[in-house]
């Protein structure tokens, strides 16, 4: 039986990685088989790439989209589909809705334009559900320790993101929840897992 494709998301600072590892203790618990990667990285190419996204001087936004489809299609091939083909659940820190959210909608790119060259760069491996972590930007930003170059974009663009998820919510409902990130990690931890198991049965 194939396994579960959960994503916690949201703005820089909300809690995400944090969260992440408390769902993942949870299903553990529960005795799921439980794979955890985030993005960008989760491979040995990939985290070559993070370190370009986060640390390069400058970067053209489409330059910033690409390398981000590209560390995705090398996550998803070597660790996410065969890790659902097992049977597994991937508990990812973001996804392609990351891009979706940063370079389709706050870098002005398109949201259909960067999701189509998503959809190529992952072959249908989607997640199953995608949870935003909402949390005013303002405080997310007070809450990074070191700054890389997207976390360093400043207040008005997380903003941009945090109304795009938004937005991503509202158009598909029946994959995208949006989670008040008020309440400690174990808290929304059980919440994510109530929702998972709720949506992968």
Known sequence: MRGCYVALEGVEGAGKSTVGRAVAARLRKRGFDVVEVR???GTPLGEEIRRLLLHADEMTPWAEAMLFAAQRAQLVAEVVAPALEDGA???SDRSYYSSLAYQGDARGLGVEA???VNEYAVGGVVPDLVVVLDVDPGRGLA???DVD???GQ???FQRRVAEAYHRLAEAEPSRVVVVTADAGPDELAEQV???AEARCG
């Open 154 to 156: 400043g207040l008005e």
């Open 149 to 151: 170059r997207i976390g």
């Open 89 to 91: 659940w991937v508990v």
């Open 114 to 116: 960067v999701r189509k």
């Open 193 to 195: 897992v109530a929702l």
């Open 143 to 145: 809450r990074q320790g």
């Open 39 to 41: 993005e960008p990285g």
